[in-house]
């Protein structure tokens, strides 16, 4: 692993790309002014929103890489890792950002209504894409704050950098519900594809070796990390993509039921540990047990 610069409040980042801060928890980085800059692998205890018209395309986040195009949002959390390996070149880059510390939330609406904004939640590779008007709108708010935190400190200044931050994050909600809409049609192509993998696991019997598969294997084999692909699929079933995995090998357990009419076989067959796991599974999706729906089916 390549070293790590820790950011654990703005001023970390900031001054490391030559720029600086006026507030403890808050600073905005206007990227034409600093740039070019030399890169870094991030340690984030701290919330980022960076937004580019140019961009490089080696990003890295976690270990493996950051899908973006250029104009697009991306977003860090406390506790996420990425950025660019520092090769000792400086790259040219445009652009706003800004970095806020959790404590500044303290005590303000966004404390915890900021786990609601899912884009924060991913832990690989997808950025938000922005319309010119929201580039320009939510560069006008990074402006506002850097003009905000230029003036000497009073008692209201925390909570109207707050109120700004509030709005640029409904801004980017509003763009990244929009995302999931532009991609009805991939979401289609994807349940075509997720359906294909689900069948082509049981048909090559992985599940005899790894057990029954879960988001996590499926939203590999589709190059997504796992909460960007379950928003997908609840986007587009309106389930989560756990229950619409279970749903299908449940229906492929009825047939294997019908078939062999034995139900330890199935649940082994199906990749479960134990029969009764399979069967606490069948209940809890069909609302009766193996035995009673082949009680039913017999009738």
């Known amino acids: ?5 820790r950011v654990y409040k703005p001023e970390d980042l900031i001054s490391y790309l030559g720029g600086d801060t006026r507030h403890p928890l808050v ?8 740039s070019p800059i030399p890169s870094s692998i991030n340690d984030y205890g701290v919330y980022g929103l960076f937004m580019h018209s140019k961009v490089r395309d080696d990003l890295k986040y976690g270990l ?3 899908g973006h195009t250029s104009g697009s949002l991306i977003c860090v959390a406390p506790g996420q890792i990425g950025g660019r390996e520092d090769v000792g070149d400086l790259i040219d880059i445009d652009g706003w950002g800004i970095l806020f510390h959790p404590d500044l939330l303290a005590g303000t609406h966004l404390e915890k209504s900021i786990r609601e904004f899912s884009f924060f939640d991913y832990s690989a590779n997808e950025a938000v894409f922005l319309e010119e008007r929201e580039k320009d709108t ?16 009073d008692t209201d200044q925390n909570a109207i950098i707050v109120g700004y931050i509030s709005v640029m994050l409904h801004i980017c909600n509003r763009a990244y519900t929009r995302q999931f809409h532009h991609l009805r049609q991939t979401s289609d192509d994807i349940l075509v594809r997720l359906s294909a993998l689900l069948n082509e696991y049981y048909d090559e019997g992985l599940q005899l070796q790894h057990g029954v598969p879960g988001v996590q294997y499926f939203a590999s084999k589709l190059c997504m990390t796992p909460n960007y692909f379950s928003d997908l699929i609840k986007k587009t ?18 047939n294997r039921l019908v078939s062999s009419g034995n139900i330890s076989r199935v649940a082994y067959d199906m990749g479960f540990e134990y029969p009764q796991h ?7 999706h069909t609302g009766m047990s193996p035995s009673q729906y082949l009680a039913d089916i017999n009738r």
């Open 1 to 5: 692993m390549p070293n790590l610069l």
């Open 27 to 34: 600073g905005v980085i206007e990227f034409d002014k600093v």
């Open 64 to 66: 493996g890489a950051f």
């Open 138 to 153: 939510l560069a006008s708010l990074m402006k506002s704050i850097r003009d905000e935190v230029a003036q000497p400190a």
């Open 237 to 254: 079933t309106g389930e989560n993509a756990g229950n619409f995995i279970r749903n299908h090998i449940i229906r492929m357990a009825k």
């Open 278 to 284: 399979f069967s606490r599974m069948f209940k809890r």
